[in-house]
């Protein structure tokens, strides 16, 4: 609408009572603060059409006003970042002064809800001693709020996070990772859906940096300790650098626990395959970090199979589940931000620990020979797959798909080639690993000092 | 008393500036765009509005758009855009949320 209003074009747009603040919030950072909207009492979507003729009923007179009456700029509200870049706090003793920054940062929207770490000038400056970046340098623009990710505001979330100074370049790889246009981060940041960031660090400067692939990687406890932190980091940069804030720019309905931290490192060490990152262009002695956003995980549980096709028998299951939002969602086209001329593939992470990864290795499959197996076998009938997807949407995207609709029961893959399933080696001993409900494509960026 | 200064972790915006299209104050005899982005729902919306719009303004016209790209849920490209401002005079929009 903004881009209509910027060619001239009057405009005004239904949007849902739940969603007023994050709309506004959304025009304001496009440019243009009080961009008209008619105001409806509920989402559009699972309503009954007599439904929704009501509620249109109701705010056909704020479309008519908002097409015909002056637009006037709304002031910058109380939820845009304070100007002051010192904040203090008194308290009978520091303990006590903190519990109010605790209070204030709290209510500010500027945690995640557990204590944080106090971002002192000398925490910030002991953490800027972790890359060579100067602190003013700016990183990225990061979406959906543009903030500036300058890397001292970056290591003032890293303390915040609990985070060590050799953290922080994973940190800026991360928040470059999440900046790439390609990531379209502000469909993912923003959106209704519990886009959680999955991160993964591969290289020897993460096992230097401590980083888990091992047992219980994914967290909590000692052994994880890095990797939630990084985790926990990148979500609170999200928030302060991004201003992806619940209920004003970030609408998810449910949340996610993957949303607080996330993180795991590769176990390069028990892997029978090349590192994850090397399949992804990098060196094998390069360190990284991949960001791939994603909506939830399944388990991969399989204490009996000892063979390949066993194991991807089982691994199929969790890929075909029709409630999970990317399965089979190529059908209605891919994630494109129009800005960018980006698109992307829907893709899905498996987390396959060390034995099974064995039990593959043992018969000479490596990951293409998996992620082909996988293709073949995650099929589900094409009724199935649309039970939840808009009929007219499919046809905009793959008119040439149509005759699918004769043939309900066909098996249709549930992603769109077989390079869409990303495979890493992560976890401890015994045959559990994890399947990640995948939003979009991951990205890889090198780890910089 | 104790003090704790800490650093403020939010990051200042880049601001961008748009100004408003400027509106004309009746709608008869133009033609009106009427925008969704595909999910469930927004068609229902634009048809009452269509009908609603239509007794408000006679002879305004109606055109229907969605954009080129995307999934779940169809966006604009500045293409789409362009000609969309090419070819109406106002328009109406819905995302469903």
Wanted: glycine share 10%.
């Amino acid at each position: 609408m903004v881009e209509l209003e910027r060619r001239g074009i009057p405009t005004v747009f239904f949007t849902a009572r739940t969603f007023v603040h994050d709309a506004l919030r959304s025009a304001a950072s496009f440019g243009l603060s009080g961009l008209p909207i008619a105001v409806v009492p509920m989402p559009l979507t699972n309503q009954r059409p007599q439904d929704i003729h009501v509620m249109v009923e109701g705010a056909i007179e704020q479309v008519v006003a908002g097409l015909t009456q002056p637009v006037e700029a709304v002031p910058e509200n109380h939820d845009l970042p304070a100007a002051d870049e010192r904040l203090s706090y008194t308290g009978e003793d520091l303990l006590a002064a903190w519990d109010v920054m605790q209070a204030e940062f709290l209510g500010r929207g500027w945690g995640d809800g557990f204590p944080l770490v106090a971002p002192t000038r000398r925490a910030v400056d002991a953490m800027l001693a972790g890359t060579r970046r100067a602190a003013g340098d700016v990183i990225a623009t990061l979406e959906p709020g543009f903030g500036l990710a300058t890397v001292e505001k970056l290591a003032i979330n890293a303390v915040m996070a609990g985070c060590q100074p050799p953290h922080l370049p994973f940190l800026i790889a991360a928040v470059q990772c999440l900046a790439e246009p390609k990531m379209y981060l502000r469909n993912k940041a923003m959106s209704t859906g519990p886009h959680a960031p999955v991160v993964i660090v591969n290289g020897p400067r993460g096992r230097a940096a401590r980083f888990s692939g091992g047992m219980c990687a994914l967290g909590p406890g000692a052994p994880s300790v890095s990797n939630t932190v990084l985790g926990r980091a990148r979500r609170l940069t999200m928030m302060n650098v991004g201003h992806t804030y619940v209920g004003v720019s970030d609408m998810d309905t449910i949340g996610s626990p993957l949303k607080y931290a996330c993180c795991c490192a590769e176990n390069e060490p028990e892997s029978p395959w090349a590192p994850y990152h090397a399949t992804r262009g990098f060196r094998r002695e390069d360190s990284t970090v991949t960001v791939h956003f994603a909506y939830g995980l399944c388990e991969l549980h399989d204490f009996k199979s000892t063979t390949p096709e066993g194991l991807v028998g089982v691994f199929a299951t969790a890929a075909t589940n029709v409630a999970q939002v990317g399965t089979g969602l190529w059908l209605l086209g891919r994630r494109a931000d129009p800005r960018y001329k980006t698109t992307e593939q829907e893709h899905n992470t498996m987390l396959i620990c060390p034995e099974h990864a064995q039990v593959f290795a043992r018969e000479g499959w490596g990951r293409e020979r998996i992620q082909e197996a996988m293709y073949r076998a995650a099929r589900m009938p094409f009724r199935t797959l649309m039970l939840n997807k808009e009929r007219p949407a499919m046809a905009a995207s793959h008119p040439e798909l149509g005759w699918m609709w004769d043939h309900p029961d066909l098996p249709v893959p549930i992603v769109e080639d077989p390079g869409c399933f990303e495979i890493v080696v992560v976890g401890g001993a015994a045959g559990r690993g994890a399947y990640f409900y995948g939003a979009g494509a991951p990205v890889t960026k090198l780890v910089e000092d | 008393m104790a003090q704790l200064d800490v650093l403020n972790p939010v990051a200042q915006p880049v601001r961008h500036s748009v100004a408003p299209a400027r509106r004309r104050s009746d709608l008869r005899d133009a033609t009106i765009g009427l925008y969704s982005n595909m999910k469930a729902g927004g068609s229902d919306a634009l048809d009452r509005t269509e009908e609603l719009l239509r007794e408000r303004f006679p002879g305004a016209t109606f055109k229907r758009y969605h954009g080129s790209v995307g999934f779940l849920m169809r966006h604009c490209t500045a293409e789409d855009s362009d000609r969309i401002a090419r070819e109406v005079q106002a328009v109406v929009g819905t995302t469903a949320d």
